[in-house]
């Protein structure tokens, strides 16, 4: 474990423009951070481009604003693309926001082998517990198959996927449900990718995941070890995996949905306990949240005091000596087999389901997120869950004042660089490759067990410099919006 290598201590990071979130960048790189994560704004999930009336509003809200691929290229000025690895947490566009990542390198001279990173690209946790889905789940989990094949033969220090249990939790989910669901989730695509014809371990070791950190530190630390045995014996049993496929690899972060506003700097400590248990449990990638994220974006103040707090845990604390402090706590060993036996259990409810895809249009998911997130609210407003500066050890300070940026402002300057980047592009060559692009894409739109590659084609409508916008309209046209039952 740490001996030999300290985690990745990636910080997430989108603010309105691109240029602003490059500056942010470059702050927590010279701070010292060792990986990127990006945060896209809602109009670039939804693959929506910042001039549409849809978008109004929303342009640079709650993560950076990305249309084209010389916005992508601004994002990523100065940043040594070879030598550092970037997360983006990007779902229903990862093709083509990956595709720009790609052509901005290819238009440095830097090959794609050269790449290093994750792309999001978890749909189905999209259905179950975000809403930034687009088309409908059958066409989109074939783009997610494609997204594996592209990246094995191309790009193959890239993870093509981070299979969140993250935004499960968020959604109010439990420790076991997060781990159940998530693994659900993970069979579905690995089903899907060897069903496409990909052998299960020319793509397995590139699977990367992402969970949740909160307050209860045996019980997080113990998930992350009840979920190393879980993927092991998932990934052996159900498709004959090699070891190097059955090796759980995550990312981190703390609790976004823990954060409270009264009080803000007690977050401070609450970050700090999530962080250890995530350290603990043997997290691979980590991002700490800043203090005041439950009033506004962090202030760099809060987004260098995060960063810090992984250092004093990596440098000071001592937890990085030995590869398992916790190893032989009868306590510790006790929670992480409870949790791993749950969790089976809560699976196999899913496997009679007939798998993630079809509990999903059950609403089993959903209906058994819903009802722990209300069972714990009212745990909260009775007072038997106590959050402390909310229910308990309150005062009568009020929320400070947080700067925010002039999103009126931001929003008129994107859509100026959108329209003057359309206006001397080459119109006829954007028109043919979303032409070919909806030819490509008719054969995603019916269930098959085999798909035309896709990810080619989106990389030339990159190339011809359309936007995420009419690359989404084109998918659109041929496969439709999903509209949930």
Known sequence: MYRGRLWTMRQYAGFGTA???NRRFRLLLDAGQTGLSVAFDLPTQMGIDSDSPRAQGEVGRVGVAIDTVDDMATLLDGLPLDSVSTSMTINATASTLLAMYIVVAEERGIARDRLSGTIQNDILKEYIARGTYIYPPQPSLALVADLFRFCAAEVPSWNPISISGYHIREAGATAVQELAFTFANAIEYVSRAVAAGLPVNTFAPRLSFFFAAHNDLFEEAAKFRAA??????????RFGASDASARLRFHTQTGGVTLQAQQPLNNVVRVAVQALSAVLGGTQSLHTNGYDEAIALPTEQAATLALRTQQILANESGVALTADPLAGSYYVEHLTNTLADQATELLARVDALGGAAKAIEAS????EIARSAYEYQLSVER?????????????DEPVPPIPTPDFSALERGQIERLRAARAVRDDARVRASLRALRETARGYAKPADRTPPLMETIIDAVRARASVGEIADALREEWGTYRPG
């Open 19 to 21: 240029a602003e979130t």
């Open 364 to 367: 089993f998911f959903q209906e």
């Open 228 to 237: 190393r045995r879980l993927y092991a014996h998932i990934m052996r049993d």
């Open 383 to 395: 007072g038997d869950t106590v959050v402390v500066g909310v229910n308990k050890f309150t005062d």
